[in-house]
């Protein structure tokens, strides 16, 4: 989940004019999600990420995003939820502590709207993923902000009885903002 701010610190790359924007704004950042549970949505986030992104506006397809994720600063709305999503059945966070993503190509789409393409890694388990967003800018600073679909079957996300999609859908919405501003030589 936390490979998707990583895409979308890419992306904003790609939007930016000239400068080369390098400087991520942790606090003004976020990666959050929203599963269902039941056929309820239930929305999360995760307090803990690191993204190195950089970004020439006037050569986005030369842009480069790594994100890692720290699982267990995983909010997924109480106490006894953060504790069950950080067990060997979800996370597993005891073995795998981290979630990434390193990009590898971005794409414009047209009309303020990109793609970034690159490996995302969870539990030990990478896949190819894309990830559209969008990039505004704002003097110094880009805005990433980015919607894309995560099978979490796939990652092994939610075993034994939580592989039960009627309980806990299989797709998950990861969302993610970044905000990058212009580095001071």
Sequence with gaps: MRHLLLILLLLAAAL???????VTRPQQSSIAFVSKQMGVPVEGNFRKFTALITVNPAKPEAGTARIEIDLGS?????AEANEEVIGKAWFDTQNHPTAS???????NLGKGRYDVAGKMTIKGKTLDIKAPFTLKQQG???????LFPLK????????GAWGDT?????EVQIRFRFTVVAAKN
């Design 101 to 107: 993503f390193v990009s590898s190509s971005v794409s």
């Design 152 to 159: 979490r079957l796939d990652y092994g996300i939610g075993t």
């Design 140 to 146: 110094d600073t880009l805005v990433i902000d980015g």
């Design 74 to 78: 995983i909010d997924a709305g109480s």
């Design 166 to 170: 009627g309980v806990v859908a299989d």
């Design 16 to 22: 930016a004019s000239g400068t080369e924007f390098t």
